[in-house]
């Protein structure tokens, strides 16, 4: 009897240890798992900046307003590191947004899913531009961007890939902006519905462009 209660006890021990292990287990892997993340995030970025056209200034999301969450994020970058006013910021993805206020070590990037950030638009397989600007959202909700003032026979399909135009003199050609969701008529123009390219509620690293090479 005392036996058998004594391999009870055993295993009841020796299954507390293996779940502890277990649990130890899974919480290495996570964590491999997250360096490997951080590994690729980088190496993507690296790759980026080695093969871009532009001088990319990297740069690191230090804080983001809560009460404007689409709308601004600060850098850790600023005139000591030759960033300026309206210079854009990028990652690998495309386009971020552009720099406002810039302070010597840090400044604020405006989103392009904020509706005062204004992107001059053509779109891929088409001789349509447009306007792009960011749509009022609720906090919380993944924003997506208006392409306005399109001709009203674009009949833009979704999937169509939006890239800077270049005009206007902020932001530089060829920048993926967003990939059409849907397209409408309305009473003036067209407007199409983007889903931006860049996750913009994960963002970590980014580049400002302060150039061409």
Known sequence: MRTGLKSLDQLEHENAALQVENRELRATNQSLRDVEHEVNRLRHALNYRERSVFKLIAAEIV?????????????????????????????????????????????????????????????????????????????????????????????LKPGQKVYTSGVGGVFPSGLLIGVVKSYRVRELDGQAQLTPAVDLSHLEDVFVVTGRR
């Open 63 to 155: 804080a983001r307003d809560s009460s404007t969450w689409w709308r601004t994020v600060t850098i850790n970058r600023g005139r000591r590191d030759g960033i300026e006013t309206d210079m854009p910021v990028v990652t690998d993805e495309g386009l971020v947004g552009k720099t406002t206020t810039v302070s010597d070590v840090i400044s604020v990037v405006l989103l392009v899913s904020d509706e005062n950030c204004r992107v001059a638009a053509s779109v891929e397989g088409s001789r349509e531009q447009g306007i792009v600007s960011g749509e009022r959202v609720t906090t919380g909700l993944t924003p997506l961007l208006d392409l306005n003032f399109l001709s009203k026979q674009a009949d």
